[in-house]
């Protein structure tokens, strides 16, 4: 199995900037760190390297989705970056590019926008590649699934509601015709 590094994108975005973004590591927390931090997993071949890197990782999303990696016994490297209160020397967000490898996952809104424009600006690179680059809207599915859940008065863990589509208003796609388990009262749907 081939793995990939994972480049999370969850700062607040100004779409002007988007091609001149630039962003500090802010901490690197490697196979040594997690000894530190009383973590009993090491690499071997049994246990391939995974590589997370979360840029805007001092925001409200950002840190604790960092702690959530961090805590995450199957990565074993985590970069943190972000550009307020970090010391250190700016690089450019085409380390990005560099690794033509990493799949990258846009959280920063409009989702809508932030990842066809990063389409763009790896293409231009030369680095696109359609199948790794993602943008992140799993809440519309948790929230389609809650809401179904409720309707149905079944557990949110039984049910389940495929979403296609966007991450905005009338763009996001919850496909009733496919839900689990299936209602025929029409009044659910609404
Ligand atoms: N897709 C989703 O489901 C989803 C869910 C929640 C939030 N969001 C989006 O995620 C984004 C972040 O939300 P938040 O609440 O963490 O915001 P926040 O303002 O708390 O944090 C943003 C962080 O990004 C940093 N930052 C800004 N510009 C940067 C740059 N160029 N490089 C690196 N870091 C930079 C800031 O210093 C800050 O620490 C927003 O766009 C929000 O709408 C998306
Ligand atoms: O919509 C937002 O502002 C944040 C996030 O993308 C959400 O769906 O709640």
Do not use: C
Not at 69 to 87: G, Q, V
Not at 90 to 101: E, M, P, T
Not at 107 to 112: F, G, I, T
Not at 141 to 169: D, I, L, M, Q, S
Request: hydrophobic letters at 45%.
């Amino acid at each position: 199995m081939v793995l990939h590094p994972v480049v999370i994108v969850v700062f607040t975005l100004d779409l002007m900037d988007f091609q001149t973004i630039r962003v500090q590591l802010v901490k690197t927390l490697d196979h040594d760190a997690w000894h530190l931090v009383g973590r009993s997993y090491s690499s071997t071949e049994s246990s391939p390297e995974r590589k997370v890197a979360i840029l805007g990782a001092g925001g409200g999303i950002g840190q604790p989705l960092a702690l959530l990696m961090k805590l995450n016994p199957l990565i074993s490297s985590l970069s943190l970056y972000d550009i307020a209160n970090t010391p250190g020397v700016a690089a450019d967000v085409s380390h990005i590019n560099s690794r033509a490898q990493a799949l990258v996952n846009m959280v920063s809104n409009p989702v809508n926008s932030t990842v066809p424009i990063a389409a763009e600006v790896f293409k231009k690179a030369g680095t696109f590649d359609e199948r790794k680059l993602f943008g992140v809207t799993t809440l519309d599915v948790v929230r389609a699934k809650t809401f179904y859940a409720g309707k149905v008065k079944a557990p949110v863990a039984e049910v389940n509601v495929p979403v296609v589509g966007g991450h905005a208003g009338i763009t996001i796609l919850p496909l009733f015709s496919q839900v689990y388990p299936a209602s025929f009262d029409p009044t659910v749907q609404n």
